[in-house]
T-cell receptor, first 116, second 114 residues
Framework: AQKITQTQPGMFVQEKEAVTLDCTYD???????LFWYKQPSSGEMIFLIY??????QNATEGRYSLNFQKARKSANLVISASQLGDSAMYFC?????????????FGGGTRVLVKP | DTAVSQTPKYLVTQMGNDKSIKCEQN?????MYWYKQDSKKFLKIMFS???????INETVPNRFSPKSPDKAHLNLHINSLELGDSAVYFC?????????????FGPGTRLLVL
């Protein structure tokens, strides 16, 4: 079974509107972290936001917020007031457990194109 | 003041050659990783090192040999390159024990095997 599933391969969003990127995960480990990364066309991986499994509140970082629904095992990224520079691939990732060197398991990504 | 750097950025080579990719981080982190991103953009862990010790070796062919001379460096040597090795290779680093243990990625090395 896929550990991280991003069901939206691509989506368009109008500039200045909000967009929600879906991410569901599967783990039996009670301690885990969820991450979102942005990969623009230039190719680098940019860390956006983090949500820990024990965090009581949804994470926010500027225009990024994470809609964390633990019982449903979902961690959707919301980008508010989209800008042209938000056009990129977005990856959801999970780290299970707290051991040193634990890997990130990535979803397949969602390509976002912001229209002017 | 680049946090995680990789060299080279691009690598074009013939099948059968041996090549190395270097990674350095100046964040003071104790853990480093290599990930491979294939042509469909799928990212998968290859190796992780913590304090120069190998932690993860994720069923990678033994043609790939990582080496960590110190905590700030993790190099990747690839022997007998094959067409299927063409991909983007990302180095990353993190600090054990921090609340998030966020992994910060280098810019990637685009490897093309002809």
């Amino acid at each position: 079974a896929q550990k991280i599933t991003q069901t939206q391969p691509g989506m368009f969003v109008q500039e200045k509107e909000a967009v929600t990127l879906d991410c569901t995960y599967d783990t039996s480990d009670p301690s885990y972290g969820l991450f979102w990364y942005k990969q623009p066309s230039s190719g680098e991986m940019i860390f956006l936001i983090y949500q820990g499994s024990y965090d009581q509140q949804n994470a926010t970082e500027g225009r990024y917020s994470l809609n964390f629904q633990k019982a449903r095992k979902s961690a959707n990224l919301v980008i508010s007031a989209s800008q042209l520079g938000d056009s990129a691939m977005y990856f959801c990732a999970m780290r299970e457990g707290r051991a040193a060197g634990n890997k990130l398991t990535f979803g397949g990504g969602t390509r976002v194109l912001v229209k002017p | 003041d680049t946090a995680v750097s990789q060299t080279p950025k691009y690598l074009v080579t013939q099948m059968g050659n041996d090549k190395s990719i270097k990674c350095e981080q100046n964040l003071g982190h104790d853990t480093m990783y290599w990930y491979k991103q294939d042509s469909k953009k799928f990212l998968k862990i290859m190796f992780s090192y913590n304090n120069k010790e190998l932690i993860i070796n994720e069923t990678v062919p033994n043609r790939f040999s990582p080496k960590s001379p110190d905590k700030a460096h993790l190099n990747l040597h690839i022997n007998s390159l094959e067409l299927g090795d063409s991909a983007v290779y990302f180095c990353a680093s993190s600090q054990e024990g921090t609340p998030q243990e966020t992994q910060y990625f280098g810019p990637g090395t685009r490897l093309l095997v002809l």
